[in-house]
């Protein structure tokens, strides 16, 4: 008995020396993310841990089971671990998703991944690590990730400075994933870096990481060619805040601010000047400020050309008149030649400066006349180049005279055959009146016109106008309508007055007739009676 207590006590003790082997259980096998939030587009690494055979790894879209296969049979190393660190996350809704790994024919392991909304630029586009640079004015594409699923309401918010911002409404709704995109121009904004973000229905700023658009200096001119002697407009924009001393250089050389720039809280200034004399050709204009180097501004280029300029200056918009007296000038023609001027009918002759200008001296002067619209100004240089600058000729019409006399509804004769005077209120117009126009029809809808007179000369300075008719046209008995209308020296033609009527002849002509007859017989039986009877009644 003893013999078999030490033998069990041999076998515990050799039992308990060998080796213990770990065994692969289903309770260690295990899924770590090197982050559980974050956004669209980020990298992530996905670990396993005691994975017993090769894994295919899952995203699942808000933790449904609506799955896309990210990686396919992903190698296990001999210790049962695997890494995978090409894990970007997909275009997926705000919240939770979850990534799960499975394995052989039933085993899942998974961890939950928190997307997050944010904002990036996608145009200008930089480099990685750099954010986007542009200027005032620039488009700006955005492009939203993580919002929630088909969210409305969608506005973009830019930054001016840390409190003002312009909100800019995204035209369409965040798609099945929570993504959309939207395009802008840059508002006025100073110099540096400026927070852009956004919002929506479902999602508040403050939840929304943003990016940044960074705005340089940049100038423009208006217009961006002429002559020597024209006024330009500069146009600064991302300069600092209220930057003070700002400078402009034509050719390398300052010139004088007529209207001086004054930068507001947002960088943006605008200043004129006088273009100075010079060739034909590309001449560079550059800023700076206080703040802003000439080097910090990149160059912009006005270009003097062969033509000629009217001032003032007319437009469709803001016509000129006739009577309007206007100078012409020219520059970017051959030197020291000579130049042939024509408006209408008349020409004058200049001679050009070294620089290709005229006049050398003095001004050339032409008073507007002639029919409204589009006139044309040409200058021809001795070798036949033609070039052109529109006078724009006022295209409103006078308004209608103010009828007088005959008053409507007035009778003028006994029988007809009268020849009244017609008068009228004179008209006022910017280019002056040339003529009246005179209608009298036997209708109110003046299709069967008596008379139509185009050619009543205005009187200038009296209150009224007048025009009688002649012998051969006077009017015969019945019922007449006239209306006038003037028309400018710039040939508008004003609409027709009001319409007054009038009837010749306040008695029929029969009834003239019968008037006459009946005087006669009455003087008839007068005579008789008073003459004749009374020679009868002497005789007795």
């Known amino acids: 008995m003893k013999l078999l207590s030490r033998l069990f006590i041999a076998l515990l003790i050799c039992l308990m020396a060998l080796p213990v082997v770990p065994g692969r259980t289903e ?52 210790d049962g671990t695997f890494a995978y660190n090409k894990f970007e996350i997909p275009q997926s809704c705000k919240g939770k998703h979850r990534i799960k790994a499975l394995y052989g024919t039933i085993g899942e392991k998974h961890q939950d991944f928190t997307v997050h909304p944010k904002v990036e630029v996608t145009y200008p586009s930089a480099p990685k690590g750099f954010v986007a640079e542009g200027f005032v004015g620039d488009t700006v594409k955005v492009k939203g990730t993580g919002f929630n699923c088909s969210e409305e309401n969608i506005v973009v918010r830019y930054y001016q400075d840390k409190t003002n911002y312009v909100e800019f409404n995204v035209s369409n709704a965040a798609d099945e994933y929570g993504t959309w995109t939207a395009n802008f121009s840059a508002p006025d904004s100073s110099k540096g870096k400026h927070d852009i973000s956004a919002e929506g229905s479902a999602t508040d700023d403050a939840e929304v990481t943003g990016t940044v658009f960074k705005v340089g200096p940049r100038i423009k001119l208006s ?18 805040a209220g930057e003070r001393f700002i400078k402009i250089k034509y ?26 004399s010079g060739a034909k050709g590309d001449h560079y204009v550059d800023a700076r400020g206080k703040d802003t180097e000439y080097s910090n501004v990149d160059d912009v280029t006005f270009t003097i050309g062969s033509g000629l300029k009217i001032a003032p200056q007319t437009s469709a918009d803001s016509p000129g008149y006739v009577g309007q007296n206007f100078t012409v000038s020219g520059g970017g023609f051959e030197p020291n030649s000579r130049v042939t001027v024509t408006y209408g009918d008349e020409t004058v002759e200049a001679n050009t400066n070294r620089d290709g200008n005229f006049p050398t001296s003095g001004n050339i002067t032409f008073e507007a006349e002639g ?7 040409v200058v021809e240089d001795t070798r036949g180049h033609k070039f052109n600058a529109t006078f724009f000729m006022e295209e409103n ?38 003529h009246y126009c005179l209608q009298i029809a036997k209708n109110e809808a003046f299709t069967n016109l008596f008379l139509s007179v185009r050619d009543i000369a205005a009187k200038p300075g ?12 006077a009017l015969g008995q019945g019922s007449y309508y006239w209306r006038v209308k003037a028309v400018d020296k710039a040939s508008n033609e004003g609409v027709w007055s009001a319409t007054y009527s009038l009837r010749a002849g306040k008695l029929p002509l029969w009834a003239f007739i019968g008037i006459i007859i009946i005087g006669v017989g009455v003087i008839g039986f007068l005579s008789y009676y008073f003459i004749v009877r009374k020679r009868e009644a002497f005789y007795r």
């Open 27 to 78: 309770a260690a096998t295990e899924i770590s993310l090197s982050s559980t939030y974050g956004y669209v587009g980020d990298k992530i690494n996905v670990n396993g841990n005691d994975f017993p055979s090769a894994a295919d790894i899952y995203y699942c879209y808000n933790g449904s089971n609506d799955c896309e296969l990210i990686a396919d049979n992903v190698e296990i190393e001999e």
């Open 223 to 240: 217009p961006e060619s002429g002559f020597a002697g024209d006024i330009v407009t500069v146009i600064g924009t991302g300069f600092e």
């Open 251 to 276: 050719d390398g050389e300052e010139v004088k601010q007529i209207e001086a720039a004054e930068t507001d809280e947002f960088g943006s200034w605008r200043a004129t000047f006088e273009v100075p």
């Open 371 to 377: 029919t409204h619209g589009a006139q044309m100004v």
């Open 397 to 434: 019409a006078p308004p209608p005279p103010l009828l007088i006399s005959p008053e409507d509804g007035s009778k003028t004769g006994f029988t007809g055959k009268v020849t009244p005077t017609f008068r009228w209120s004179t008209v006022n117009d910017t280019s002056g009146i040339s």
């Open 462 to 473: 009296e209150p009224t106008v007048s025009y009688e008719l002649s012998k051969g046209n």
